[in-house]
């Protein structure tokens, strides 16, 4: 493995150790009712909304970015990061609520 796969292997490892910690941390405040997580409301009142905003969203959505970019290099995917990005893209009223989503997503990865 040349030096450079070297060094983005490990910036990939580094990355995807501490977009799962956020990632956990941030549904489980989801799945016991804060709101903003996925950004599901941010198109209602963006001023309103931006208040209850979820701090972590914005990070773990630019943590995704880049995890999917590097892996995308080796021909790969992440999984919980393609779930995580689907969940923020998910938008209409037959949605389910943000909390409910947080605690199947949470579920899903074993980390009820």
Not at 38 to 59: I, M, V
Not at 65 to 77: C, K
Not at 81 to 95: D, H, I, M, Q
Not at 100 to 108: E, I, M, R, S, V
Request: charged share 30%.
């Amino acid at each position: 493995m040349a030096k450079r796969s070297r060094i983005r292997q490990k910036r990939l490892e580094e990355i995807e150790s501490e977009f799962r910690s956020l990632l956990v941390a941030s549904l489980r405040e989801c799945a016991n009712g804060q709101w903003g997580l996925f950004g599901h409301n941010d198109h209602l009142d963006p001023e309103e909304w931006s208040l209850l905003r979820s701090p972590a969203s914005d990070r773990l959505k630019e943590m995704a970015y880049e995890i999917r970019a590097l892996r995308a290099e080796f021909g790969e995917h992440n999984e919980t990061c393609e779930k995580f990005l689907a969940l923020c893209s998910l938008r209409g009223p037959n949605v389910r609520g943000e909390p409910k989503l947080a605690a199947a997503f949470l579920a899903g990865i074993g980390e009820n």
